[in-house]
Protein backbone atom coordinates (compact mmCIF):
# COMPACT_ATOMS: atom_id res chain seq x y z
CA UNK A 1 0.00 0.00 0.00
CA UNK A 2 2.90 2.39 0.99
CA UNK A 3 4.27 1.79 -3.17
CA UNK A 4 0.71 3.07 -3.98
CA UNK A 5 0.49 5.87 -1.97
CA UNK A 6 3.95 6.96 -2.71
CA UNK A 7 3.22 6.86 -6.32
CA UNK A 8 0.07 8.74 -6.38
CA UNK A 9 1.86 11.37 -4.15
CA UNK A 10 4.78 11.62 -7.24
CA UNK A 11 1.82 11.90 -10.03
CA UNK A 12 0.33 14.68 -7.76
CA UNK A 13 3.55 16.64 -7.42
CA UNK A 14 4.69 16.34 -11.04
CA UNK A 15 1.41 17.90 -12.00
CA UNK A 16 1.50 20.71 -9.47
CA UNK A 17 4.72 21.14 -10.76
CA UNK A 18 4.19 21.15 -14.25
CA UNK A 19 1.13 23.64 -13.62
CA UNK A 20 2.79 26.17 -11.50
CA UNK A 21 6.06 26.22 -14.89
CA UNK A 22 3.09 27.03 -17.67
CA UNK A 23 1.66 29.38 -15.35
CA UNK A 24 5.09 30.98 -14.92
CA UNK A 25 5.71 31.25 -18.93
CA UNK A 26 2.45 32.83 -19.87
CA UNK A 27 3.81 36.19 -18.52
CA UNK A 28 7.19 35.91 -19.88
CA UNK A 29 5.44 35.33 -23.38
CA UNK A 30 3.10 38.00 -23.28
CA UNK A 31 5.89 40.72 -22.28
CA UNK A 32 7.64 38.81 -25.48
CA UNK A 33 4.47 40.14 -27.72
CA UNK A 34 4.58 43.41 -26.34
CA UNK A 35 7.94 43.91 -26.86
CA UNK A 36 7.96 42.66 -30.75
CA UNK A 37 4.71 44.73 -31.11
CA UNK A 38 6.76 47.88 -30.02
CA UNK A 39 9.17 47.22 -33.01
CA UNK A 40 7.24 45.58 -35.60
CA UNK A 41 6.61 46.83 -39.14
CA UNK A 42 3.13 45.19 -39.42
CA UNK A 43 -0.15 46.14 -40.82
CA UNK A 44 -2.88 47.86 -38.61
CA UNK A 45 -5.03 44.31 -38.95
CA UNK A 46 -2.70 42.12 -38.02
CA UNK A 47 -1.07 44.46 -35.06
CA UNK A 48 -5.01 44.11 -34.04
CA UNK A 49 -5.25 40.32 -34.10
CA UNK A 50 -2.01 39.95 -32.73
CA UNK A 51 -3.06 42.42 -29.59
CA UNK A 52 -6.50 40.50 -29.90
CA UNK A 53 -4.40 37.25 -29.10
CA UNK A 54 -2.18 38.25 -26.37
CA UNK A 55 -5.49 39.79 -24.36
CA UNK A 56 -6.81 36.47 -24.66
CA UNK A 57 -3.95 34.40 -23.81
CA UNK A 58 -3.56 36.84 -20.25
CA UNK A 59 -7.02 36.63 -19.95
CA UNK A 60 -6.94 32.46 -20.10
CA UNK A 61 -3.63 32.86 -17.36
CA UNK A 62 -5.64 34.97 -15.22
CA UNK A 63 -8.74 32.55 -15.23
CA UNK A 64 -6.17 29.57 -14.39
CA UNK A 65 -6.17 27.56 -18.10
CA UNK A 66 -2.47 27.81 -18.61
CA UNK A 67 -3.11 25.78 -21.96
CA UNK A 68 -5.15 28.17 -23.82
CA UNK A 69 -2.81 31.15 -22.50
CA UNK A 70 -0.06 29.10 -24.10
CA UNK A 71 -1.53 28.52 -27.45
CA UNK A 72 -3.18 32.13 -27.63
CA UNK A 73 0.51 33.49 -26.56
CA UNK A 74 2.17 31.24 -28.95
CA UNK A 75 0.39 32.17 -32.11
CA UNK A 76 0.38 35.61 -31.08
CA UNK A 77 4.52 35.16 -31.32
CA UNK A 78 4.23 33.39 -34.43
CA UNK A 79 2.29 36.18 -36.35
CA UNK A 80 5.32 38.54 -34.95
CA UNK A 81 8.02 36.35 -36.38
CA UNK A 82 6.00 35.82 -39.59
CA UNK A 83 4.62 38.47 -40.52
CA UNK A 84 4.69 37.19 -44.35
CA UNK A 85 2.15 34.75 -43.10
CA UNK A 86 -0.39 37.15 -42.05
Sequence with gaps: MSRVKSAIFTAVLASAF??????????????AVEE???SAEISDEAR?????LHDEGLAAH?????????????????ML?????M
Design 18 to 31: SVSVLAGRCPMDAK
Design 48 to 52: SKIMQ
Design 62 to 78: NAGNHAEAEEKLGEALR
Design 36 to 38: GLA
Design 81 to 85: SNPSD
